[in-house]
Nanobody, 122 residues
């Protein structure tokens, strides 16, 4: 059974930095097709922040400020958040995607963590 556990969320002042961690249990992060960070602010839809597979990609709103990385030895994915802004306030979720080929095509499995709260004060 796969479990993703986020940590590192906190209250931080605008312009500050924060590092979120996502520890995976039950499966190696290297075995997933991709891992990502999403966020959801109150009253808004969940949005992709950053993803990592063979390469990385970022939402335009965080490019140049956030960095996604992974440590296979620690089975952990990180999101380094620099120069944070009040609009970065949200619950941040870790996501892992696994695609399995079968006789009827590919099936995608999504795994989610419970979320960690990031609040940026102005």
């Amino acid at each position: 059974q796969v479990q993703l556990v986020e940590s590192g969320g906190a209250l931080v002042q605008a312009g500050g930095s924060l590092r979120l961690s996502c520890a995976a249990f039950g499966r190696s992060i290297f075995s997933f097709n991709a891992m990502a960070w999403y966020r959801q602010a109150p009253g808004k839809q969940r949005e992709l922040v950053a993803a990592i597979s063979g390469s990385t990609n970022y939402a335009d709103s965080v490019k140049g400020r956030f960095t996604i990385s992974r440590d296979n030895a620690k089975n952990t994915v990180y999101l380094q958040m620099n120069s944070v802004k009040p609009e970065d306030t949200a619950t941040y979720y870790c996501n892992a995607v696994s695609t399995v080929a079968g006789p009827q095509g590919q099936t995608e499995y999504d795994y989610w963590g419970q979320g960690t709260q990031v609040t940026v004060s102005s």
